[in-house]
């Protein structure tokens, strides 16, 4: 191939190879992609405590470990620990003892929902700036947005439990088709 045809194909070469470039679409930012993990798994925990009998909400695989209901408590306690103590955002409601208190499916389908609605509403006020600042998580210097990453991480351990004991109780996850 002669120079001149080279030289003729390079911007054709160059054009081609940019064009898959441009129709990227930009990068999220931290805000979003944290937003996004909590609502796809604030939507299966949800859905799944809906899913689950109310007469299997006291079903525990063995004793001394965690019913149903009280792995749902867990993680509406901790929608509201992490940003009380470790955001400095208090919590609207008493959360200490949820594990122990609710033992009835409605009751605990509103407290589970609350919980995601506190945090969701903490996640649309807080802006970029905000969650780089400093936190402390486990004794540990961190930022605010690896405070809310532990809480989604948190939620999506609790929620792989969950799934095992709907499963365990012949309950399919809703959005397992």
């Not at 191939?1 to 190879?17: D, K």
């Not at 408590?73 to 208090?90: T, V």
């Not at 991480?153 to 095992?164: D, R």
Request: aromatic share 6%.
């Amino acid at each position: 191939m002669s120079c001149s045809r080279i030289h003729a194909l390079v911007p054709l070469v160059l054009l081609l190879a940019a064009a898959p470039v441009s129709s990227q679409s930009a990068p999220t930012d931290l805000r979003t992609e944290l937003g996004r993990h909590f609502e796809g798994s604030a939507r299966k925990v949800v859905a799944l405590a809906a899913a689950m009998p109310a007469d299997s909400y006291d079903w525990r695989p063995t004793e001394g470990v965690a019913s149903v209901v009280e792995v749902y408590m867990h993680i509406a306690r901790y929608n509201y620990m992490y940003p009380d103590e470790n955001l400095g955002i208090p919590a609207p409601v008493a959360y200490a003892d949820l594990e122990e208190d609710v033992v009835d499916k409605e009751e605990a389908l509103e407290i589970l929902a609350a919980s995601m609605d506190h945090v969701r509403g903490i996640l649309e006020r807080l802006s970029s700036e905000e969650l780089e600042q400093p936190a402390r998580l486990y004794g540990r210097d961190v930022t605010k947005w690896a405070v809310l990453l532990q809480l989604v991480a948190h939620m999506n351990e609790h929620l792989g439990q969950s799934i095992a004991y709907a499963r365990t109780n012949q309950i399919a996850p809703p959005w397992s088709g």
